[in-house]
């Protein structure tokens, strides 16, 4: 059976999803059972999704970013 810090180093090959049938069977049983890993697991899966969003965001002009600064200040 893996031990919590067996999943949080393989969680990464496990979200991606590894072709190793043992170790996602092995995850699959520790995450049944731990609620720590499951929410780390969680965690982990919002994380990349986060980063893949911004990654995907074009970086803001100067000018446009000065815009918007404005803007905020104005309404405070
Ligand atoms: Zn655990």
Sequence with gaps: MLKCKDV???AGEYLEGSPDKRLKWQMRLHL???RHCRRFVRH??????????????EPC?????QKIVQK?????
């Design 8 to 10: 949080a180093h393989r």
């Design 32 to 34: 049944a059972m731990c």
């Design 44 to 57: 982990l899966t919002l994380t990349q999704d986060l980063s893949t969003s911004v990654a995907q965001f």
């Design 61 to 65: 002009s100067p000018d446009k970013s």
């Design 72 to 76: 905020i200040r104005s309404k405070s």
